[in-house]
């Protein structure tokens, strides 16, 4: 009986060792995660704050190029059916 009792003591003491160093190990993570997060988050926001100007940018360019084309389009097409006229008549 006496071994047994000391069987479960030991294992109570090394039960407690071990949560110990699990509460400990969750802080760290916790810390850990909450730094990563952080870190994230200021990144992308940075990387927002760089992109954002250069997309709306790029965004007018292609609206400025998209309306040139409609115009060439319209231009060729108005030509091309002048020409149509011109040798029928």
Known sequence: ??????QLKVLQ????????RT????GQTRR????LERQTRVKVERT???LEPKVRQAVAEATV??????VGVRAGVAA???EGRRRKL
């Open 80 to 82: 091309y059916r002048e």
């Open 65 to 70: 190029i998209a309306r040139g084309v409609r």
């Open 23 to 26: 509460e400990k190990a969750r």
């Open 1 to 6: 009986m006496k071994r047994l009792e000391k």
């Open 13 to 20: 003491d090394h039960l407690s060792h071990l949560s110990a």
């Open 48 to 50: 927002m704050r760089v």
């Open 32 to 35: 850990r995660l909450r730094r």
